[in-house]
């Protein structure tokens, strides 16, 4: 069993580990793991190196990690990467066509900060737009440093920072509605796949 997290950001695949080969030392049969999936073929068994995968904890659900991995580290990446946001900030997040502009907006007052509209007449610290979802979006971690960044994003996942942020959980059967959908952006934020019984290694 697993699921897919679905946005404009691509497939992202939580499952279990199978087997692993000889010269695998990361991760093992039955660990919780997550991968971008870098194909149109979602839902189906597949040989993938372990660079590739970030591990997953115990106490973390397939479908919460499905949810809020891809999103949160564009959220973090912005939010401690690109700018230092904390405590006594001003921020304007502006929306962004993936969604990730709530999850933005959560684990900045998570941090400490305020959030205010664009237009607030009051000073403005940061203003979150267009270029730094981009700049987000293309951040590159080096090795080993992905696994940190995404024990980051299970902390405030953990912390209660991201249950304000609504996530929309379909069938893997409706697949192809909801991808649409995305596509169309008529959906945005988390968006979850869930398998039936077997689908995941159909």
Do not use: C
Not at 139 to 154: E, I, M, N, P, R
């Amino acid at each position: 069993m697993g699921a897919l997290g679905l946005s404009s950001l691509g497939v992202h695949v939580v499952a279990t580990v199978d087997a692993v080969g000889p010269e695998v030392v990361g991760f093992a049969p039955g660990d919780r793991v997550a991968m971008r999936e870098p194909e149109s073929r979602a839902g189906f068994q597949r040989v993938v190196s372990e660079r590739d995968l970030i591990g997953i904890p115990k106490d973390v659900g397939f479908d919460d990690a499905a949810a809020f991995l891809a999103q949160g580290l564009v959220a973090r990446t912005i939010l401690k990467q690109l700018h230092s946001v904390g405590r006594g900030n001003r921020i304007a997040v502006l929306p962004d066509p993936s969604g990730a502009h709530r999850l933005v907006e959560a684990w900045a007052r998570h941090l400490g900060a305020t959030v205010v509209a664009e237009g607030d007449s009051a000073a403005i610290d940061v203003v979150i737009g267009a270029q730094d979802y981009r700049a987000a979006e293309r951040w590159k971690y080096g090795h080993g440093l992905a696994q940190l960044a995404a024990s980051d994003v299970f902390r405030v996942m953990r912390e209660g920072a991201f249950d304000s942020v609504g996530v929309s959980r379909h069938p893997l059967s409706d697949a192809a509605r909801v991808h649409a959908d995305v596509e169309s952006g008529r959906v945005t934020g988390p968006v979850v796949l869930l398998p039936g019984t077997g689908e995941l290694a159909a």
